[in-house]
């Protein structure tokens, strides 16, 4: 077991231009998240997925945002035509379907655009 | 729609004391309760998840207690040292939906 991770940790990207995150969940894990937080709140929902299946999605998600999930392992989060609004902390966890579902947090890809 | 606040935004307190953190939310249709712990620029860690049916859970110096019908829970964390500076957040699940509502957290210095 060796946690949620994310790549990159860190990205700065001017206005305009797209960026892809990446989250690799823990292995037996078959429900991922990707949550949003700016500085001093809490994180908030944009989307999940069972196994391969993207099956909510939250407003925020607007349409310059896709999340992918093949083969319901590792689990990609594309912003298009960037905008400064969109600077955050973008955190991704995983947990496997059971009775409590404790959510894993990986570090979070700090994403700031100029 | 489910609103989750915390209070204190900011705690600091001398090594040794104990403290009571507490989160409140609107809607009692909960079907858990996590507490999260945050230190700066990292992840979320989970310190303790109550069930709805659960009156509280305990973890080392951590004890978390939860009312429904009330709307409240409290993180308690006894002989606090200065390693448990963190920010630490509240998070419900409502009813049948899978995404947790996280409050805006309660940032605490314990000083030594």
């Given at each position: 077991?060796?946690?949620?991770?994310?790549?990159?940790?860190?990205?700065?990207?001017?206005?305009?231009q797209?960026?892809?995150?990446?989250?690799?969940?823990?292995?037996?894990?078959?429900?991922?998240?990707?949550?949003?937080?700016?500085?001093?709140?809490?994180?908030?929902?944009?989307?999940?997925?069972?196994?391969?299946a993207?099956?909510?999605?939250?407003?925020?998600l607007?349409?310059?945002?896709?999340?992918?999930?093949?083969?319901?392992?590792?689990?990609?989060?594309?912003?298009?035509?960037?905008?400064?609004?969109?600077?955050?902390?973008?955190?991704?966890?995983?947990?496997?379907?059971?009775?409590?579902?404790?959510?894993?947090?990986?570090?979070?890809?700090?994403?700031?655009?100029? | 729609?489910?609103?989750?606040?915390?209070?204190?935004?900011?705690?600091?307190?001398?090594?040794?004391?104990?403290?009571?953190?507490?989160?409140?939310?609107?809607?009692?249709?909960?079907?858990?309760?996590?507490?999260?712990?945050?230190?700066?620029?990292?992840?979320?860690?989970?310190?303790?998840?109550?069930?709805?049916?659960?009156?509280?859970?305990?973890?080392g110096?951590?004890?978390?207690?939860?009312?429904?019908?009330?709307g409240?829970?409290?993180?308690?964390?006894?002989?606090?040292?200065?390693?448990?500076?963190?920010?630490?957040?509240?998070?419900?699940?409502?009813?049948?939906?899978?995404?947790?509502?996280?409050?805006?957290?309660?940032?605490?210095?314990?000083?030594?």
């Amino acid at each position: 077991d060796t946690g949620v991770s994310q790549d990159p940790r860190h990205k700065i990207t001017k206005r305009g231009q797209n960026v892809t995150f990446r989250c690799d969940p823990i292995s037996e894990h078959n429900r991922l998240y990707w949550y949003r937080q700016t500085l001093g709140q809490g994180p908030e929902f944009l989307t999940y997925f069972q196994n391969e299946a993207q099956l909510e999605k939250s407003r925020l998600l607007s349409d310059r945002f896709s999340a992918e999930r093949p083969k319901g392992s590792f689990s990609t989060l594309e912003i298009q035509r960037t905008e400064q609004g969109d600077s955050a902390m973008y955190l991704c966890a995983s947990t496997k379907i059971a009775t409590n579902e404790k959510l894993f947090f990986g570090s979070g890809t700090q994403l700031s655009v100029l | 729609k489910q609103e989750v606040t915390q209070i204190p935004a900011a705690l600091s307190v001398p090594e040794g004391e104990n403290l009571v953190l507490n989160c409140s939310f609107t809607d009692s249709a909960i079907y858990n309760l996590q507490w999260f712990r945050q230190d700066p620029g990292k992840g979320l860690t989970s310190l303790l998840l109550i069930q709805s049916s659960q009156r509280e859970q305990t973890s080392g110096r951590l004890n978390a207690s939860l009312d429904k019908s009330s709307g409240r829970s409290t993180l308690y964390i006894a002989a606090s040292q200065p390693g448990d500076s963190a920010t630490y957040l509240c998070a419900v699940r409502t009813g049948s939906a899978r995404q947790l509502t996280f409050g805006s957290g309660t940032q605490l210095t314990v000083l030594p």
